[in-house]
């Protein structure tokens, strides 16, 4: 039973535009949501990550919107550049307990 | 300061071999992670000790698949017997494991291939 959801498996976007990444989860009980960016040959990498007690955050480009009655939250990443062309996971994790949920990815590809 | 440094970062084994993977997580931290990533299933955990104890053993892949951590510097994945289905690239990863919600880092991998 997938608990991290993340849609769409792949977007293509041009340099410029927004990029909207979905993740949805299953288990009311998290409350930490990281997102995580992997480019080829290298492990992922925290980019920003939200509370649930908060309903956005903001870190230049990139912005978590976080809608808890839905169990849904979004990264947006805004002016897209051709670096930003990655592999981005939702994960999500219980108070206390450090492991994550990882969501299967989302392969961002930004066309200059 | 180093980060988490896993050996080697490729690996090619027989079908019925033998491989062990080293990492080296962040100096100081208590949590450690392992992880196998393939494109199909995501990440997925295959064992999580904190200050050097199995906290968690993924159950699907207890039979084969075997973590442990020498000391709080080093641990090893030892798959024993490979087969084909494992191949996929091994993660190891560390936090300082100060409650939830503390950030993970990652090593660059070791991607094995199994024929």
């Known amino acids: 039973q997938q608990q991290v959801r993340q849609s769409p498996q792949s977007l293509t976007v041009w340099e410029g535009e927004t990029a909207i990444l979905n993740c949805s989860y299953e288990n009311s009980a998290f409350d930490y949501f990281p997102w995580y960016q992997q480019f080829p040959g290298e492990g992922p990498a925290l980019l920003i990550a939200i509370r649930s007690v908060s309903d956005k955050k903001e870190d230049g480009r990139f912005t978590i919107f976080f809608n808890k009655r839905e169990k849904k939250l979004s990264l947006h990443i805004t002016d897209s550049q051709p670096g930003d062309s990655a592999t981005y996971f939702c994960a999500a994790s219980i108070p206390g307990y450090q492991n994550f949920y990882f969501g299967k990815g989302t392969s961002l590809t930004v066309i200059p | ?115």
């Open chain 2, 1 to 115: 300061d180093a980060g988490v440094t896993q050996t080697p970062r490729h690996e090619v084994a027989e079908k019925g071999q033998t491989i062990i993977l080293k990492c080296e997580p962040v100096s100081g931290h208590n949590d450690l992670f392992w992880y196998r990533q393939t494109k199909i299933q995501g990440l997925e955990l295959l064992s999580y000790f904190r200050s050097k104890s199995l906290m968690e053993d993924g159950g699907a892949f207890k039979d084969r698949f075997k973590a442990e951590m020498l000391n709080s510097s080093f641990s090893t994945l030892k798959i024993q017997p490979t087969e084909p289905k494992d191949s996929a690239v091994y993660l190891c990863a560390s936090s300082t494991g100060q409650g939830g919600g503390t950030e993970v880092f990652f090593g660059k991998g070791t991607r094995l291939t199994v024929v």
